[in-house]
């Protein structure tokens, strides 16, 4: 099944997952993944470097892995992985990789 989050995705989510981790440093923030999820699938792939970014962009070209990296209101950072198949988007924290 794919996940749509908005018209702007870019690319299909599969099954969207989370970590316990990711759950809780969310639930702290008091914040959802909604608008990240929707930043991943529209390309803003947040905090990561030049070269990963390039990577995410040559990504959606090729079908291979896609990393973004966000922070929190509260600082913490969260990771947003889709798998190169597209079968699964996982959220995160960069401890639990």
Known sequence: MMITINKE?????GRVV???GAL????G???TPG????????GDWGTVCADDAALN???LIDGDRVLSAYELGDKTRLWIITEC???ATTLL???EY
Request: proline share 12%; aromatic share 10%; charged share 20%.
């Open 57 to 59: 962009d040559q990504a």
């Open 29 to 31: 923030a008091g914040e």
């Open 24 to 27: 809780a440093a969310l639930a």
């Open 93 to 95: 924290l960069p401890e």
């Open 35 to 42: 608008p990240y999820l929707a930043r991943h699938g529209a």
């Open 18 to 20: 989370a970590t316990p």
């Open 9 to 13: 995705q870019k690319f299909p989510f």
């Open 85 to 87: 198949d597209r079968s």
